[in-house]
C-alpha cells in the first residue's frame, strides 16, 4: 500500500510530506479500529523478539530512530506500526525552529537524504510533558514499549557551557524516559562534532553519570557517533564508554561523506546524509567497535537498513539492536515486520 502512495508523496517537499503523513496518520489511528487496524497490518508479536538489553526488555530488536518524532508526538502511532522501542529528539533545553529551509533533500536514485534540520525542537519541557502523557493513556497493546531520550544543546550555547544543556536535558526527562542518548555527533549544529573529542566527550557523560540516580533508579545512558570517525578516534571511543561505564553506543549518526552519490544535483547540499550510502560504513563501525571491545558493551545499529538483510548484517556484525529512519521513509512500515520475521527465522 505504501509503496503505491509513495511515487505521490515523492513529488512533494520532503518536510512538508513528513507533517502531512503524521498528521494524518494520528487522524487515522483516532477513528473507531484504526489503531487495531495498523496493528494488524504493520505489528508482529513474538515472544521470541524480546530482547534483554542493558537491562530493559525490548518487545522487539526494531526501533525509531531520533530525528522522526522530535518532539514526542507519535509514541503510540509507531507503537501500532510495530517498532519495538521509539527514540524521541533530539531534543534541546530551550525550543529552537533549527536552520533556514528547505533542509531536507531526497536523493531517489541513492536511496538517500541529506538533512540540515538543526534540532528544531519544541524545547524539553513540551517533550517531557508529552512522554508523560503517553505513559498516562497507553493502551494495553503498547504496554512495555520503551522510550529513548535524545538529548542535545541550542546552537546558540558555546561548546564550553554545552555540558549543562545536557544536564537541563537529562533531569527534566530522568523519570519520563528508559534511556538517554547523548548526540554529539550532528553535523548540522557549528561546533557540535568537536565535542566528540575525548576530554569535552568525557566530562560529558562523567557528569551525566555523576546525576544518574534518583530514588534508587538510574537509566542507561549511551553515545550517539559519527560514521566519519577513524579507527584512532572509534578506539578512543571505546576508551571512554569503559571509563565513563556508560551503557553502550549508537553508531551511527549521518556522514558528511559524499562519494559515489548518483544524485549530482544534489550531493553538493550541506548536511548529513543517509540512507543506503551509509550502510556499509555504519556496519563497518559496529563491526569495528564490537572486536575491538570484546563485545564489552552493547551497540544500537543504525544506517541505511532498507531491508531485512541490511538488519541482520548489522546484528552479526555485533549490534543488539537497531533503528530506522531513511529506510523506513523508502521502504514504508512493512520493513519493521519484513525485518523482525527475517530474525525469527535466521
Known amino acids: ?40 497490518l504493520w505489528d508482529l508479536k513474538d515472544k521470541r523478539l524480546e530482547k534483554e538489553v542493558f537491562g530493559l526488555k525490548f518487545n522487539n530488536p526494531v526501533g525509531l530512530a531520533a530525528g522522526f518524532d522530535k518532539n514526542a508526538e507519535l509514541i503510540g502511532e509507531m507503537a501500532d506500526l510495530g517498532f519495538g522501542f521509539v527514540e524521541v529528539g533530539t531534543v534541546t533545553p530551550l525550543p529552537q525552529p533549527g536552520n533556514l529551509k528547505p533542509r ?52 546558540v550555547t558555546p561548546n564550553e557551557d ?13 523519570d519520563v524516559v528508559d534511556y538517554f542518548v547523548v548526540n554529539v555527533s550532528s553535523p548540522n549544529t557549528p561546533g557540535l562534532r568537536a565535542l566528540q573529542e575525548k576530554e569535552p566527550l568525557k566530562k560529558i557523560l ?26 584512532e578516534q572509534l578506539d578512543d571511543i571505546v576508551e571512554i564508554v569503559k571509563e565513563t561505564a556508560i551503557a553502550g553506543v549508537i553508531a551511527t549518526n549521518t556522514t558528511i561523506v559524499r562519494e559515489g552519490l548518483k544524485s549530482d544535483k544534489l550531493s553538493n547540499q550541506t548536511g548529513g546524509l543517509s540512507g543506503k550510502p551509509l550502510t556499509q560504513r555504519s556496519t563497518d563501525v559496529i563491526r569495528y567497535l564490537y572486536k575491538e571491545s570484546n563485545g564489552a558493551f552493547p551497540i544500537i545499529g543504525v544506517g541505511g537498513i532498507h531491508s531485512p538483510d541490511d538488519a541482520i548484517e548489522k546484528l552479526k556484525a555485533g549490534a543488539s539492536l537497531v533503528q530506522l ?21 535466521a
Open 206 to 231: 562523567n557528569t551525566l553519570q555523576q546525576r544518574n540516580s534518583k530514588n534508587g533508579v538510574s537509566r542507561p545512558i549511551l553515545l550517539k557517533i559519527a560514521p566519519d570517525l577513524t579507527h
Open 1 to 40: 500500500m505504501y509503496q503505491l502512495i509513495k511515487p505521490l508523496l515523492f513529488q512533494f517537499d520532503p518536510e512538508k510530506v513528513h507533517y502531512f503523513v503524521t498528521r494524518n496518520l494520528k487522524r487515522f489511528n483516532r477513528f473507531p479500529g484504526g489503531a487495531a487496524l495498523s496493528r494488524m
Open 162 to 174: 554545552a555540558v549543562n544543556d545536557y544536564i537541563q536535558c537529562f533531569d527534566r526527562l530522568f
Open 325 to 345: 529512519y531513511t529506510g523506513f521513509i523508502y521502504q514504508g512500515p512493512g520493513l519493521i515486520k519484513r525485518i523482525n520475521k527475517k530474525i525469527l527465522s
Open 104 to 155: 531536507m533533500f531526497r536523493l531517489p536514485a541513492d536511496q538517500a537524504i541529506i538533512n540540515r534540520m538543526g534540532f528544531n525542537n519544541l524545547g524539553v519541557d513540551v517533550a517531557a510533558g508529552r512522554i508523560a502523557a503517553y505513559r498516562r493513556n497507553a493502551k494495553k497493546s503498547q504496554k512495555g514499549l520503551i522510550i529513548g531520550g535524545n538529548i542535545g544543546k541550542n546552537k
